[in-house]
């Protein structure tokens, strides 16, 4: 069962706001910039750990980097 995302309203409007500033430019990219901010949000409340092994996993990269600069 998927997580309920809750927007703050400063979210929504930074959201907002780079849409309008993106869309000016080009509509087409603005309303795809919405659709991969709402994509990006669902695919978070579905997987919300999808990240955490990326991250766990370039910590212990830049600890294990730490430890061979300080062996040199």
């Known amino acids: ?7 703050r309203p400063q979210a929504e ?34 997987y919300p750990l999808i990240r955490k092994t990326k991250e766990l996993r370039r910590q212990a990269i830049s600890k294990r980097s730490d430890v061979a600069r300080q062996r040199f």
């Not at 069962?1 to 927007?7: A, D, G, N, Q, W």
């Not at 869309?23 to 990006?40: H, I, K, M, R, W």
């Open 13 to 46: 409007r930074d959201i907002e706001e780079c849409f309008v500033f993106i869309a000016e430019d080009n509509l087409d990219t603005g309303v795809y910039f919405l659709a991969a901010v709402e994509d990006s949000l669902e695919q978070i409340a579905k």
């Open 1 to 7: 069962m998927p997580h309920e995302i809750f927007k």
